[in-house]
């Protein structure tokens, strides 16, 4: 067979005993919680169609407040198939959001995080973190009356940091409003900043995954101390076959929303223009919008949105720091406090974020 | 693709069979799901016959076409523009649209303004509402030339 | 010190142009600021007058508005015939009858506080005039002296009804100074109500290309009181399409009820032709923007609505010479033009079909690979339980 004349070339001149070695020995837990492996994987695939659609859609994209718009409407319009690049890229940003936050709950939920994927947890953080980073300066990038008024109240939120807000305003925005020059900078964070951070952790991330294998849950992990075998399915190819599987699924959905639900252009940036009606952040920086919302405007002698913004910030360090912080489950101890928080946590999240579409 | 674990033991011709035809449908599945994603990326990477997105400006005639004292109308975008020469040989171009009710204005000789047939608005040739309804001057766009002399284009862009 | 009945006139006097250009008040009462006598101050023999009346105030302001070479010092572009065309008005042939319930100069522009007409604490400012005019003409009380041409007393409800029109609503929605007022059509000094066979000439002023149309219709030599019959005198409303035809709020149908009737038939007509022209943009209007939502380009066929919208501008307009035939060929135009459009619209729909039936082929391949994968899987682990 070609295929096993090619492996043994390889061999001949590489060793790929080790390779080896670690497929036929990679497997996979079986366990009651074992749906949630996906979600990584799921992630993963939806950030590979955004580095395909998105390298395509660079041929022809120009970032620039005269012809950003124009050149978005030109791939939209002219370029065959342009419209199936572009929605893919549009639809797959908010699927991929999606699938990471999933992929983070049920992370924290399992307690995965804890010793001695601590460092999985940090790069894991960090792509989530990449990937607002991503959804925000992408959202620009069209130059669009809607994305135009969302980036200055978004960008407006970051002036509102304690001691560097000023500076922080003025850095993203390239000046002291949103124009042009804001544009060429999300430009850049968008499509060389970004992608050289995300390689580096998902680099990261993925070495250490397999590094330590896949995590099992607490009580899992202790009837395996008392002796119970680890069921396991091997890697290549039973779990292969189905993350591909699921892959499918997924890009029949993406094809789907593609195709039949185009993400619409709308009007282009005007900045003299009044501000439209109905401006709202994505989906996923809704809730924050809406907390930021209703905070009045000053609460002793702190101003509103500044709370806001260091509440926030206090969130996103416990987060980050959850392994370090949960010492009880690095000690394989039950924590119902973590489950409780995390419940608040998606509650609050999927209240917000729905009151903030009707209300905005 | 099979590995040895996965050899069942208890093969018999029948399951042989039906294993054949189940990597044959997969195969079909896999070459017929990549063409399909190819075939659009193939497309999409073939230049666009309509060359460049070029909507913040547009050749809107060769200069040599013109004579002095006549206008013509361009598409910009999807809207209409007015190029003019002015009796004196100036180039100058505006919205042809008439700001009273979005009529397409036109160049009238003989008083050398630009004339709105809708409700007989009248503008100068500064663009400049100077008679009728219109309750506003047209845009104005400005001019460029481009190309040899003697065979130059006009460009119109949004100023 | 001064008191009582004095403080208001000299109050209201600070802010008046008069005394920006430096006089005073004996430049109107005349008598003697420099006498310390109130007799002597005020005696008629060295020229005071007292508080003019009628048509003393109309020879005071005269003395100087009249007087071409005094107001080129101090305005020059401003007209002097205010007085001889107050003279022409109604106002001033009346006055000159002895009546002196009319209005003088100073019942537009006050009497001490004169602004300019530029300013717009003005009364005679633009927004302010009809108020202005309706402090008389609004006032059954003060109007019921004066009989109509029938013998009635004049209609009180002028400012009422000019309120409800598009000219009021140019002028305070808009913010537009050059929409017409009262003065527009009625003049101001002159100020006389448009006489019968005029109307087309005075709307004709602004509303130039129906005032040429209208020259072509036989309504010309019937309508008595031109423009008016269709759109009324003060109260021009927001005008439609229903206007046109014989439905229910139709005007023509008013004179034309007769179906066997010329008229009938020819307004039915031009409304039916307005219609299909207008039907037929919005259907197009619809499509194209289906088109563009999908993401197509229609920026050509956008160009195309636009001009094909022209000749319903054109076709309304041509409705005023109230001739069919002449309605006819612009809206023949305009359907031309949407034909086109259509097509080009039918083309994107098709395009949009071939994207559906290519999501599902491909849909129907993806189907295919997770099936089997899902048998293949199913085999796989049956092999395989560690």
Same mark, same amino acid.
């Given at each position: 067979m070609l295929q096993q004349r090619v492996i043994t070339w390889l061999d001949e001149r590489l060793d790929l005993s080790d390779v080896k070695h670690f497929i036929a020995e990679k497997g996979v837990p079986v366990h009651t919680q074992k749906v949630w492996y996906y979600l990584g994987g799921m992630t993963l695939f939806l950030l590979g169609i955004q580095v395909a659609t998105g390298i395509l859609l660079l041929l022809y994209?120009?970032?620039?407040?005269?012809e950003a718009y124009e050149s978005v409407q030109f791939i939209v319009s002219e370029v065959e198939f342009g419209w199936l690049i572009r929605n893919m890229h549009s639809w797959s940003a908010n699927l991929l959001i999606a699938a990471a936050i999933a992929h983070m709950f049920s992370v924290v939920f399992l307690r995965a995080y804890r010793k001695p994927r601590e460092l999985t947890w940090l790069s894991g953080i960090g792509l989530l973190f990449l990937m607002f980073g991503f959804g925000f300066s992408g959202y620009l990038l069209p130059w669009n009356e809607l994305a135009f008024f969302a980036t200055k109240v978004g960008t407006g939120i970051a002036g509102a940091?304690?001691?560097v807000g000023k500076f922080m305003l003025r850095f993203l925005r390239g000046g002291d409003d949103v124009t042009g020059a804001t544009l060429s900078r999300f430009y850049a964070l968008h499509v060389a900043v970004f992608p050289m951070l995300m390689t580096a952790f998902l680099g990261l991330h993925l070495l250490l995954v397999q590094r330590q294998g896949m995590s099992v849950p607490i009580n899992v992990e202790k009837q395996l101390r008392e002796g119970a075998r680890l069921r396991q399915i091997p890697f290549v190819p039973n779990y292969v076959l189905r993350d591909v599987l699921l892959w499918y699924v997924a890009l029949a959905i993406l094809a789907a929303l593609a195709a039949l639900s185009p993400w619409e252009l709308g009007r282009k940036a005007d900045?003299?223009?009044?501000?439209?009606?109905g401006i709202r952040p994505e989906w996923y920086f809704l809730a924050m919008f809406y907390t930021l919302k209703l905070?009045?405007?000053?609460v002793l002698i702190i101003e509103g949105e500044q709370l806001g913004v260091i509440v926030f910030g206090l969130a996103a360090v416990i987060l980050i720091l959850l392994p370090f912080l949960d010492r009880r489950s690095s000690r394989a101890e039950p924590n119902p406090f973590v489950t409780w928080a995390g419940v608040a946590a998606l509650i609050y999240l999927v209240v917000f974020t729905i009151v903030g579409y009707l209300t905005a | 693709m099979p590995s040895p674990r996965t050899v069942d033991m208890a093969s018999t011709d029948g399951r042989l069979e039906r294993r054949k035809f189940l990597d044959m449908l997969l195969a079909t599945g896999f070459v017929s799901t990549i063409l399909a994603f190819v075939y659009p990326v193939w497309r999409y990477l073939i230049p666009p016959a309509t060359g460049e997105p070029t909507i913040a400006s547009v050749v809107a005639a060769k200069a040599s076409e013109l004579k002095p004292n006549s206008g013509v109308i361009f598409k910009f975008g999807g809207k209409p523009g007015i190029l003019v020469r002015t009796p004196e040989g100036e180039l100058r171009a505006f919205s042809a649209i008439c700001t009273h009710l979005d009529c397409t204005v036109q160049y009238k000789g003989d008083t050398s303004q630009l004339w709105c047939a809708c409700h007989n608005g009248i503008y100068d040739l500064g663009g @400049? @509402?100077?008679?009728?309804?219109?309750?506003r001057p047209l845009e104005k766009f400005v001019v460029n030339l481009r190309g040899e002399p003697g065979n130059e284009d006009v460009v119109v862009s949004r100023a | 010190m001064l008191q009582g009945g004095l403080l208001k006139p000299v109050a209201d006097f600070a802010d008046d142009v008069h005394r920006q250009r430096g006089f005073s008040c004996v430049d109107c009462h005349g008598g003697d600021p420099a006498a310390t006598e109130r007799a002597k101050a005020k005696d008629p023999a060295r020229g005071y007058r007292g508080m003019p009346k009628g048509a003393e105030v109309i020879a005071i302001c005269a003395r100087c508005h009249s007087d071409a070479e005094f107001m080129h010092r101090y305005a020059p572009r401003q007209r002097v015939d205010q007085a001889s065309e107050y003279a022409s008005s109604v106002h001033g042939k009346r006055l000159a009858a002895g009546d002196t319930g009319v209005a003088t100069c100073v019942s537009c522009h006050r009497n001490h506080g004169i602004r300019l007409v530029s300013d717009a604490k003005s009364p005679v400012f633009p927004t302010n005039v009809a108020t202005t005019c309706g402090s008389c003409h609004s006032s059954p009380d003060h109007m019921k002296r004066y009989m109509g041409a029938n013998g009635t007393p004049l209609a009180t409800n002028q400012r009422a009804e000019y309120e409800q029109s598009v000219h009021f609503a140019a002028m305070t929605k808009r913010n537009d100074l050059s929409a017409p007022t009262c003065n527009d059509c009625h003049g101001n000094h002159g100020a006389a109500p448009p006489g019968v066979g005029n109307v087309a000439n005075v709307c004709g002023t602004c509303h130039a290309i129906f005032q040429a149309k209208f020259e072509q219709s036989t309504h010309k030599d019937v309508f008595d009181r031109g423009c008016v019959e269709c759109h009324n005198n003060h109260a021009v409303l927001q005008t439609?399409?229903?206007?046109?035809?014989?439905?229910?709020?139709?005007?023509?149908?008013?004179?034309?009820?007769?179906?066997?009737?010329y008229g009938y038939m020819a307004a039915e007509k031009m409304r039916a032709l307005i219609e299909t022209l207008k039907g037929t943009l919005e259907r197009d209007g619809a499509l194209i923007a289906d088109v563009r939502n999908a993401g197509l380009q229609v920026s050509a066929q956008e160009l195309a609505l636009g001009e094909a919208r022209n000749r319903l501008t054109l076709a309304r307009a041509e409705i005023h010479a109230t001739n069919p035939a002449l309605v006819e060929p612009i809206v023949g135009e305009g359907i031309k033009i949407l034909a086109g459009v259509h097509r080009a619209g039918d083309q994107g729909l098709a395009e949009l079909r071939f994207r559906r039936q290519g999501l599902f082929a491909s849909l129907g391949a993806i189907l295919l690979v997770v099936v089997a994968l899902a048998l293949k899987i199913k085999q796989m682990d049956r092999g395989t339980t560690h």
């Open positions: 994209y120009r970032p620039s407040a005269e940091v304690p001691v900045p003299f223009a009044p501000v439209p009606a905070i009045p405007s000053h | @400049n @509402n100077v008679a009728g309804p219109p309750p | 439609s399409d229903e206007m046109l035809g014989t439905g229910p709020k139709a005007i023509c149908s008013s004179c034309h009820a007769d179906k066997s009737e």
